[in-house]
T-cell receptor, first 113, second 117 residues
Framework: AQSVSQHNHHVILSEAASLELGCNYSYGGTVNLFWYVQYPGQHLQLLLKYFSGDPLVKGIKGFEAEFIKSKFSFNLRKPSVQWSDTAEYFCAVTSGSARQLTFGSGTQLTVLP | GAVVSQHPSRVICKSGTSVKIECRSLDFQATTMFWYRQFPKQSLMLMATSNEGSKATYEQGVEKDKFLINHASLTLSTLTVTSAHPEDSSFYIC?????????????FGPGTRLTVT
């Protein structure tokens, strides 16, 4: 069975700091990878996704993620965070023929003004 | 973009009663919808996969007789929590898979907060 690990449970940064949130998955075959964001009181929104091709994926709001197959990782990055980036971030994966998303435990990002 | 709605957004019910939650895809058809449960400060846990016109597929440990799922049309799936108990209090989220695109991206509803007293 596939699983997703997010090792950072809570990250606190000051505005303009750089961000990197870790995501590792366990599955040996073909995977589709996602990052979702959940702003306070709002529903999940897709930040970016990787299916194939260029392993460096650019998403909305200045976020990007890099798929490193050898490390089974899909870390999320942003060069300069803003206060409005305060939210919960979830990494998720589908694998093989499975249509279901498996979510990581989430990382709460707090950006201090 | 694709929109998924849930109704109600918040419901409080007494122990022993049943609650129905609706999930609708507003501007696309979804042969597959998913139901998740999210506990405070935790991740989303997949409960079941709802397939239009057929029985839902439940994840291990989810009681299918307690969480009844019906997917009667391409735009509507319902989750009924039967004989609810306080431990069923949670945030229930649905998502709908857009069948138009090759990626089959999932779009999430805003969630339903269930409180059982």
């Amino acid at each position: 069975a596939q699983s997703v690990s997010q090792h950072n449970h809570h990250v606190i940064l000051s505005e303009a700091a750089s961000l990197e949130l870790g995501c590792n998955y366990s599955y040996g075959g073909t995977v589709n990878l996602f990052w979702y964001v959940q702003y306070p009181g709002q529903h999940l929104q897709l930040l970016l996704k990787y299916f194939s091709g260029d392993p460096l994926v650019k998403g909305i709001k200045g976020f990007e993620a890099e798929f490193i197959k050898s490390k089974f990782s899909f870390n999320l990055r942003k060069p300069s965070v803003q206060w409005s980036d305060t939210a919960e971030y979830f990494c998720a994966v589908t694998s093989g023929s499975a249509r279901q998303l498996t979510f990581g435990s989430g990382t709460q990002l707090t950006v201090l003004p | 973009g694709a929109v998924v709605s849930q109704h109600p957004s918040r419901v409080i019910c007494k122990s022993g009663t049943s609650v129905k939650i609706e999930c609708r895809s507003l501007d696309f058809q979804a042969t597959t919808m998913f139901w998740y449960r999210q506990f405070p400060k935790q991740s989303l846990m997949l409960m079941a996969t709802s397939n239009e016109g057929s029985k839902a597929t439940y994840e291990q440990g989810v009681e299918k007789d307690k969480f009844l799922i019906n997917h009667a049309s391409l735009t509507l799936s319902t989750l009924t929590v039967t004989s609810a108990h306080p431990e069923d209090s949670s945030f229930y989220i649905c998502s709908a898979r857009d069948t138009r695109g090759a990626s089959g991206e999932q779009y999430f509803g805003p969630g339903t907060r269930l409180t059982v007293t």
